[in-house]
């Protein structure tokens, strides 16, 4: 690169840099484990997430336990399934926590205009994944500790299945 060039960069992340630049300093322990979760997750995990809270470690000396309210008994349990590639994710962005519980939000989540789909209460069966996406999962969890590599990559092969199941239903609805 010369001198006089720039390099394109996202506002988000220019904002990100402001942010913990200038905020970062007045927030409390609450408010940055909250902008930990939701920068380190996606669209889904922000939709259902009600509330974000740090409590002290069992173990003396540990990292914190991030505490993350959800909007269902569903979502507890789905995201809890996933618990190591989150805990993965906040270490990826510098957040250090010893473990992360979901639990049940008392609050109602705001109603939306529009109206929900019924979801059939009987379990669908995730279609396979092929050779391709089971070497690009190995490659994604190649790099992690041995301690964390087996769960992470247990919750990214069921997220592929997922997606792949969300792309056959939404080419089956077109």
Not at 35 to 41: E, G, L, P, S
Not at 80 to 97: P, Q, S
Request: proline share 5%; aromatic share 6%.
């Amino acid at each position: 690169m010369e001198f006089g060039e720039t390099r394109p960069e996202s506002v988000g992340g220019i904002m990100r840099e402001v942010l913990d630049d200038r905020l970062a300093p007045h927030m409390t322990a609450n408010q940055r484990a909250a902008t930990a979760w939701y920068r380190a997750n996606g669209d889904r995990e922000r939709r259902h997430t009600m509330g974000v809270f740090l409590k002290a470690s069992r173990v003396r000396g540990a990292a914190p336990v991030l505490g993350v309210y959800v909007d269902s008994h569903a979502m507890a349990t789905d995201f809890g399934v996933n618990k190591d590639l989150y805990l993965a994710r906040l270490a990826n962005i510098g957040f250090e926590a010893s473990g992360i519980e979901f639990l049940i939000s008392r609050k109602p989540r705001r109603s939306t205009d529009a109206p929900r789909e019924r979801r059939s209460t009987a379990p669908t069966e995730l279609p396979a994944l092929d050779e391709a996406e089971r070497q690009r999962v190995e490659e994604l969890v190649c790099d992690l500790p041995e301690s964390l590599r087996e769960s992470v990559s247990k919750a990214v092969t069921l997220s592929l299945r997922r997606e792949k199941l969300q792309g056959t239903k939404n080419a089956e609805e077109r």
